[in-house]
């Protein structure tokens, strides 16, 4: 997903422990990407995507967010 915008909702986060160090995780659930004709026509005031369903969590390192 690199720098993309996503609109995403955090359903919990999780931290986890290792010997080798820490991570910090969150389970999303990923939108459809962004409608871009709407978001040029609208300049940029709209945002809009849709729910794509439980097929689209993702665990994601909470420094992403």
Known sequence: MNSEIWIEEVYFF????FESGNIALALVLLYSRLDQTL???LVNTLWSCEYQGDLALRFINVKCI
């Open 39 to 41: 978001l040029d026509v």
């Open 14 to 17: 999780i931290h986890l422990t």
